[in-house]
């Protein structure tokens, strides 16, 4: 309970005292998360529009893999990664393992089928409905598009946070692609690992606090879009 309690002081003791490392970890932390998300929401949104309105062949079976994908476990995520950017993969040319670039593509291939899956059952059910009336008041295919993320914008903007929030919690695959280096690709879920395995308990729960409180604002986010 002791080192519970000194744990708590030394967070506390870090976090306003403006400590380089702690923050260079949690910039590096939100950046990778957001890229991810950006990237992920461009191609993952309009796909979960198209599948949950059209029928088309095979669509229960890709239905089916978007539902698997959600639950795809993180360290077979950053394993598939590493194999494709490991010098003996098939884009080992690129030289990007162990860097920032190699941990959002891992959190893309984490975050894309839970944006998707989301969209797509929001959609579901009263989407043709506001593409047909889009259509009937002579919306084109951008503005029904537009229109359609504006009508069902409560649960986009649901399913972007429930990404990031994924993404920025991460372990597994963001370890193993990224290789934990110090001020280059550490973020705030290895550091925390790193720091307790180490027994530096103030640094590891002021990481924590700092990881709860964004959630918590990510919360405050998504009430304020459902409300919106």
């Given amino acids: 309970m002791e080192n519970i ?3 708590f002081r030394g967070a506390l003791s ?9 923050y260079s970890i949690i910039g ?14 461009a191609f993952s949104v ?11 062949p095979l669509r229960k079976t890709v239905v089916m893999i978007i539902n698997t994908l959600m ?26 393992l162990h860097t920032p670039k190699a941990m959002v593509i891992a959190q893309v291939l984490l975050i894309s089928p839970i944006i998707t899956g989301v969209t797509m059952a929001a959609v579901k059910d009263r989407g043709t409905l506001v593409k047909n009336t ?9 503005q029904m598009l537009w229109t359609l993320i504006r009508e069902f914008r409560t649960s986009i903007g649901s399913s972007l946070i429930a990404g990031y929030g994924r993404a920025i919690s991460e372990v597994g695959a ?3 692609v990224g290789g934990n ?8 879920t290895t550091a925390i690992v790193l720091e307790t395995n180490m027994g530096n308990f103030d640094q590891a729960i002021a990481i924590g606090i700092v990881l709860l409180l964004l959630f918590f604002l990510i919360n405050i986010i998504l009430q304020k879009v459902q409300g919106a």
């Fill in 134 to 142: 889009a259509y009937t008041l002579g919306a084109g295919k951008l």
């Fill in 46 to 56: 309009p796909a979960g529009i198209v599948i949950g309105m059209k029928e088309f």
């Fill in 71 to 96: 639950g795809l476990p993180p360290v077979i995520a950053g394993l598939l990664v590493y194999l494709f950017l490991s010098r003996s993969g098939p884009l080992g040319y690129l030289g990007i």
């Fill in 181 to 188: 280096i110090k001020r280059y690709t550490r973020v705030m």
């Fill in 5 to 7: 309690l000194q744990g």
């Fill in 174 to 176: 963001v370890m193993l």
């Fill in 14 to 22: 870090l976090i306003f005292s403006g400590d380089r490392e702690v």
């Fill in 28 to 41: 590096l932390s939100l950046s990778v998360s957001f890229i991810s998300v950006l990237i992920s929401m």
